[in-house]
Every structure is written in structure tokens, then in C-alpha cells.
């Protein structure tokens, strides 16, 4: 990706700085209950609910290894899809025994959807022509919020804790510096609008729809989407680093990313896809441990 065509706001700093004004400004105020159903011998598992931005209520889902800590830490990001998941669908549950593992979800999501429940598809053009108002300025700052939270949290070993996701996982890092490693598979927020005119896919198609119905908005929407472009934060995030990119020759391959993971200034490695979920999850999984220090990866039992 050529740098000089990305699109990121002269004042991409000063946004994000004041946001993070704004969300200091509201306690997390955490209410914790267990919740028993999803317990096990290895595990127990909490729901957790804090505040962000605007005094909203957001839920997340914390499970606790059993035995004595303090334990590395799996924070899952808020993504861009309804449901909220306390480990994503096909991984491991026996995670949960080695690690912390929090799974935020973010305003708009399921169980943190009042007052605002966001439509899918729909939510990523959500007072996209308003750069203060866009749902994501609130996303992001969620997300941070719940990186916050892990933080506090005496069982979490706070020399290994990785955030996993896609674009708001690598937003997380760089807004703060708790995250000692991030996962990352970008997939909005790289030079959204020229990629979005040349797809018709969805979420970007999203853009292309809204841009149709209100094509005189086109530079509002793109000042916008200047304040999170990734190219934008990958100079802040000192994390170690994996940026899962697309298959080679598509538009994120490991060149589309290559103006991100040059800014990135913790180490990074960057895994193209194979087209194959086994293989690069046992690859995402593989890296993880090696970086924790584990001799092995927990892996589900259809990968190994």
C-alpha cells in the first residue's frame, strides 16, 4: 500500500486524545456475577458489566483459570458482528484453563444493546458523515474500556496479555499500552473508501450503499473514515505483533498491509492466509504460545 494515498486526518491524534479525555470521564464502574452454567472443573466464568462513553452499559464475559495466578490474558476485542461470544465459535475451550479470557462486547452488540441495538448490516454507516458522533469513536473507546478492566483484574499476569481481533483490536494497542501483544486481522479500516469502490462485498459494500443514497455526503464520510484508517494507529502500538492478512494477490495480502506493519513499532509478523480456517488458526494458536512460553498450543480437537 502506498502511504501517500492513505487517508488519515491531520488531527488523528488530537481525535483520539480527546476521546480518551472523554471516557476518563466516566468511571467503569464493573458489576461481576457469576454465572454457573458456563463454569467448569478448569474454569469459572463471570459476566461483567461497565460503563463507557455516554454513561452506556456494556457487557462482557470474564472467565478465570482455576488454580493459583497470575495468568497470561486473552482480551477478544469487540467485533463486528451481533453476537457476542465468551470465546469465539471453534476455538479451544480448554483456553480457558490457561488463560484469562475476556470477550467485550461493545455498544450495539447483543447484551449490550440498550439503548442503541445496532443492525447488521447497517452499523458501520451509523452517523458515518459525523466524525463525533460515529458509533465507532463510541466502539473503540469501549473496547479500550474493557482492556482497562482486564487490567485491573489481580488474577491477570500483566507481562503477557494479548488483544485479539480485527480492527479494533489493533486501535486498542495503540490507544493503550496494556496490551503486551496483539492478533490482528484487519478488514474495515484500511483505505476503506477506495477499496470499498472496488467491491461489492460485504461490510464495505455498506459504504457503497450508503454513498448511493447520499452521495453528497461523500466528503463527510471520508473525513470520517480518516480518523481510523489502521495506518493511522500502527505508529502508537508498541505490542508484539501478528497481522493476519488476506490471501496472497487480494487486496490485504501482506503488501496491502505492508504501510501498517512498516508503522508498527513493536515487532510484527505478518502470516498470509492459506484459505484454510484449520490452518491459520493453528498458526494464530502456535504463535500465541511461543510467545506465552508454552512448549504447546491448545488447539480444538477437529485441528488436531
Excluded at 452499523?123 to 465507532?136: N, V
Excluded at 461489492?200 to 457503497?208: S, V
Excluded at 480518523?227 to 494477490?249: E, I, Q, W
Excluded at 491459520?280 to 504447546?296: C, N, S, T
Aim: hydrophobic content about 40%; proline content about 6%; overall charge negative.
Amino acid at each position: 500500500m502506498d502511504t501517500a494515498i492513505m487517508n488519515i486526518a491531520n488531527d488523528f491524534g488530537q481525535y483520539w486524545e480527546r476521546t480518551l479525555e472523554e471516557l476518563a470521564g466516566y468511571p467503569a464502574a464493573p458489576e461481576v456475577e457469576l454465572l454457573p452454567m458456563r463454569c467448569t472443573e478448569f474454569a469459572t466464568m463471570y459476566t461483567v458489566r461497565l460503563t463507557g462513553i455516554g454513561s452506556y452499559r456494556l457487557f462482557g464475559y470474564l472467565s478465570i483459570p482455576s488454580g493459583e495466578g497470575p495468568h497470561p490474558a486473552i482480551y477478544y476485542a469487540p467485533k463486528y458482528m451481533s453476537v457476542l461470544e465468551p470465546i469465539p465459535q471453534g476455538s479451544a475451550n480448554g483456553l480457558r484453563s490457561r488463560f484469562v479470557v475476556f470477550s467485550l462486547g461493545s455498544r450495539g452488540q447483543r447484551l449490550s444493546d440498550k439503548p442503541y441495538s445496532a443492525g447488521f448490516p447497517g452499523m458501520l454507516t451509523d452517523d458515518i458523515d459525523d466524525a463525533q458522533g460515529y458509533i465507532f469513536r463510541g466502539v473503540a473507546a469501549d473496547s479500550v474500556r474493557g482492556l482497562e478492566y482486564l487490567l485491573t483484574r489481580p488474577e491477570v499476569d500483566a507481562g503477557r496479555v494479548v488483544a485479539i481481533g480485527n480492527d479494533i483490536a489493533l486501535a486498542t494497542a495503540a490507544l493503550h499500552n496494556g496490551a503486551t501483544h496483539v492478533i490482528c486481522q484487519p478488514g474495515v479500516f484500511v483505505n476503506t473508501l477506495a477499496r470499498a469502490a472496488q467491491t461489492g462485498d460485504y461490510p464495505l459494500e455498506e459504504i457503497n450503499d450508503y454513498l448511493n443514497l447520499h452521495p453528497q455526503r461523500r466528503d463527510a464520510v471520508s473525513k470520517t473514515l480518516s480518523y481510523f484508517d489502521l495506518g493511522g494507529f500502527a505508529p502508537d502500538v508498541s505490542s508484539r505483533t501478528l497481522l493476519m492478512a488476506g490471501t496472497p494477490g487480494s487486496a490485504l495480502d501482506a503488501d496491502g498491509l505492508s504501510a501498517i506493519s512498516d508503522s508498527i513499532q513493536g515487532e510484527v509478523s505478518v502470516y498470509e492466509s492459506q484459505s484454510s480456517s484449520y490452518r491459520d488458526g493453528v498458526h494464530q494458536e502456535e504463535w500465541l504460545a511461543q510467545e506465552f512460553g508454552y512448549a504447546e498450543a491448545i488447539l480444538p480437537e477437529h485441528w488436531r
